[in-house]
């Protein structure tokens, strides 16, 4: 939409669809917003949701797509949001190599300091030792991003987790539904290496099911539209 802004293209018009694309799918797609939406529809926008939705492309391309090169203008964009998608968990092993090549200290930067290794040091303990205390206690498995446990026990084993492909399967949000289409696409073009066929095909058929009437992604758009609207009219 800032590309259609700056090009002088309006969305309502006509030759808005042609300039999206020349797939006739899409440009079917974009007309029957354009009749069926609320005025201004597609022209609507959410903070962030260009620049998230770009800047998540743009890290999956830059660590999927042999030969890619990013320019010098877009580094800083994307390293910031390849820790964010590390934060999340959902960053493969080729976008945390990627991270750690453009910042060394990656690893601090997405968990924090390795307190547990420190720990070991400050209390003369052996190596390893605080780690295994707190994986006895509190387990391993620590799916929550923001569980510090996780964190920790992460950070002290020295690696990423890492899925084999961005799921993303039980997260909801404005962006979500464009993650998920993204990643199908890159699913579909066979640029995840190592993930197996039944992996990639389910991340086509999840971003399917997001965009169709009545599913689950849409709904959640369709809520959020909703309480937008509550809040503008309060």
């Known amino acids: 939409m800032a590309l259609a802004d700056a090009a002088g293209i309006d969305s309502r018009d006509a030759a808005?669809?042609?300039?999206?694309?020349?797939?006739?799918?899409t440009r079917a797609a974009v007309k029957l917003f354009q009749d069926a939406g609320t005025p201004g529809?597609?022209?609507?926008?959410?903070?962030?949701?260009?620049?998230?939705?770009?800047?998540?492309?743009?890290a999956l391309?830059?660590?999927?797509?042999?030969?890619?090169?990013?320019?010098?203008l877009l580094r800083?964009?994307?390293?910031?949001?390849?820790?964010?998608?590390?934060?999340?968990?959902?960053?493969?092993?080729?976008?945390?190599?990627?991270?750690?090549?453009?910042?060394?200290?990656?690893?601090?930067?997405?968990?924090?300091?390795d307190r547990l290794a420190i720990a070991d040091a400050e209390l003369g303990l052996p190596v390893g030792l605080a780690a295994q205390v707190i994986a006895k206690v509190f387990g391993t498995d620590h799916r929550d991003p923001d569980s510090e446990i996780g964190k920790l026990l992460q950070r002290?084993?020295?690696?990423?987790?890492?899925?084999?492909?961005?799921?993303?399967?039980d997260w909801s949000g404005i962006h979500i539904p464009a993650m998920r289409s993204a990643v199908a696409c890159?699913?579909?073009a066979g640029l995840f290496d190592g993930a197996d066929d039944d992996l990639l095909?389910?991340?086509?058929?999840?971003?399917?099911?997001?965009?169709?009437?009545?599913?689950?992604?849409?709904?959640?758009?369709?809520?959020l539209e909703r309480n937008l609207r509550a809040k503008r009219a309060a």
Request: proline residues 5%.
């Open 41 to 58: 529809y597609l022209g609507r926008r959410y903070d962030r949701w260009d620049t998230d939705i770009a800047s998540f492309t743009l």
């Open 76 to 113: 800083s964009d994307l390293h910031e949001r390849l820790v964010k998608v590390a934060k999340d968990r959902q960053a493969t092993g080729e976008m945390c190599k990627l991270l750690r090549e453009i910042d060394p200290k990656a690893l601090d930067t997405v968990y924090g300091k």
């Open 201 to 223: 095909e389910s991340a086509i058929e999840r971003s399917k099911r997001t965009w169709m009437p009545g599913g689950r992604g849409l709904q959640a758009l369709e809520e």
């Open 16 to 25: 808005f669809a042609e300039w999206v694309s020349g797939d006739s799918d």
């Open 61 to 72: 391309g830059a660590a999927h797509i042999p030969g890619f090169v990013v320019p010098e």
């Open 186 to 188: 890159f699913c579909a």
């Open 156 to 169: 002290n084993a020295g690696v990423f987790n890492t899925p084999a492909v961005p799921g993303y399967a």
